[in-house]
């Protein structure tokens, strides 16, 4: 009888393993039939063990007779540097040899080829005791779907920690998750037509970025990169069947289900049903309460703002959650089936307002019938826009509706009345989102008067503009037409000799520029200056650094952070940012000298510095950027990175600095040196104003090579140029 070399004898030369489509189909009978194994994780794995097995690992092997008919394989997949984990093994029995007897050459092997540990999750369990046997010890139980599974682990050289062995194992795996669901996503892109491929990955994109800036910013909401890649990709299915979806709507069944973004299993048509039909049972809950009242409790009237010109509709503001209770039940959507709407408006950040039929006295009955609501308003006071307007079940308004009319004179009375503070509603933008429905030519203006081409339109005429078509602004342009552009999309009124399209156009007069970012650009006295136009204007602001220690801030940050829940000016601050604030690095920024002893350190003078706010995008990177390309790129444009303490000022002194509260959803990060958070990595202050309405100071993590999408704002100072 013929004697085996062991499969992991030194003198035994690794090959490569290709397989023939035989052996290929012998492994796979091999996978199907050990019935240890669940036979769903077995359906599973069938080609991924070929394709293991093929990847050119060291430890690989299969076990096959003189027909070369494969009777068992090994296979090994690296996740972890120095580490091999045993994916799968497999044997038909028929091999004529005991694989168990070999592993002790298996291990030493591995040690040879300068493995440090070797690992494996065990589904077998009859082979999970044997492997137990040498040395191997289970760690923790893992979830995989719907299955559990014991994972296990055999040091052979002691280098790391277990926490930092499991640390690393988890990121490693978690790339391995990230990158399939990646693939997936271009994958699914390739599926759209050449048609309206560039048309849906623009609405992808822009629904991404919205969903991504709202969802960062509401409190205790994980959306890190697994959320963020399963989100891309739904979207990216969702939109294979459709062409446009309503981002309040995925926002809110999000935050209602914020496990549907911890796997790419589920579709955003079945997070819709489920929210659907959750916001039913609210309003059903909203009845049943109604009910019980019994009449007990006062309702309050509505407030009527005004009628309209027909006569047939009218404005009404809506005072309290009985108010927005009643809304939702008869709307059929969910300004009252949370506190959420009644705590901004009890802060003054939002109004809601019902447009609806206005009542009419019955002849017969004598009875006041008709008042019913027929769209619901939100008012973003700090904003000054309409952030939307829903019909029942939260369909948008259309052209053909028969109240269309009457929408427009009462958006249009609506600007001219006051809030219980005394300035005007006079908003200067309508959420693009509730206007998906009424198209507008490019270059054309939609008024309460009707459509008309941008060239006949006036400005200053006092017509309501409810929405504009599209409007790009070309280089070849005439500069008069670029002048009413700004002057109806941006209400910038300006000469055309005061606009530049081109570097070599600027001169002494020039107020605003559009075009490419160049050495010098910031530090100019253009009032306006744009990437792209309307979306890509950058802000320039002035704020005074310098002269504070650290504690002096500190103190004033305290003091912030003491206010109570109802105070606007109260600051809420992560447990990550106290870190940061502790560490010795943030303390040197105050300081010059910091090389020499503590008690030599010069604190920095007081000084009034220039800085910008801008998108990375506007930095010339479409597709995003890691933080070194973004912070050398800034440096080539004449910026620098701000003092690590720029973070607290902007947050302590916003509505100075910018003379406005910050908007809501509002979300940037301060460019400055990164400083080590509680778990060693680099960190930048990141300022925001969350959907709660809070003023927050957070952190976000900036390693060199983390890549920003392209939408992302940072703050950068001015560098001064040398003359």
Known sequence: METHKTLYSPEKEKEHLILTNEQKDNVRNITLGIEEVDEA??????????????????????????????NGYVACEDFV????????????KKT????????????????????TKLNFHGWNKRLNHIMERYGFKRLRTDAMGEFSVDFYEKALIEQKTSEAVNEERKKAFEQKYLNKVNREYQETLKTFSEENKSKKEKEISDTFQSLSVRLSSTDGFEFGDRQKSVLKLKLARYFQKNNSVDSNTIFDAIIETPKFLSSDKGSLFRLFEVHEQKTLEKIAEIRKQRAEMGGTEAFNPYENLFTTKSGDYY??????????????????????????????MRRGEVEIFSFRHAPKINPITHQSEGDIPVMTIEYNRQANTIEQMKKHSDEYLKKDDPYFNDVIDALKQLRTTPTDTGELRDFSKISSSELENIKVEDYHVLTEKGEVSFRDFDPDSGVFVLKTGEMEITPDMPKSDVAKIIRIVENI????????????????????????????????????????????????????????TKEKLLNELEDRKKLTETDKDKIYVSDYVEDMLKNNDFEKSFYENTDAPREQWILKKSETANFVKLKIGDLGFPNGATTDEIYQKAEELGLELCPAETGLDLRLHYKDIFNKEQPLGEYFRVAMKQIAGRDGYPYVFSVNRSDGGKAWLRTYSASPDYRWSSDTEFVFRFRKLES
């Open 41 to 70: 994780i077995r359906s599973m794995a069938v080609e991924d063990v070929i394709t293991t097995l093929e990847n050119g690992h060291p430890l690989n092997r299969i076990i096959a007779d003189q027909e070369k008919n494969v």
């Open 81 to 92: 540097s120095s580490e091999a984990y045993i994916k799968y093994l497999g044997t038909t």
């Open 96 to 115: 004529g040899r005991n694989l168990f007897q070999e592993i002790p050459d298996f291990l030493e092997y591995a040690k040879q080829q300068g493995y």
């Open 315 to 344: 404005m009404a503001r809506l005072l309290n959650m009985p108010h927005l209770e009643q809304e939702s039940e008869y709307m059929n959507h969910c300004v009252g089936t949370s506190d959420s709407y009644v705590n901004k």
């Open 493 to 548: 009124k300006c000469n055309p000799d005061e606009i530049a399209l081109k570097k070599e156009e600027i001169n002494k007069n020039t107020k605003i520029y559009i075009g490419e970012f160049f050495v010098g650009l910031f530090q100019s006295n253009i009032e306006n200056i744009y990437s792209s136009f309307p979306e890509g204007k950058i802000s320039k602001f002035e704020m005074t650094v310098g002269g504070k």
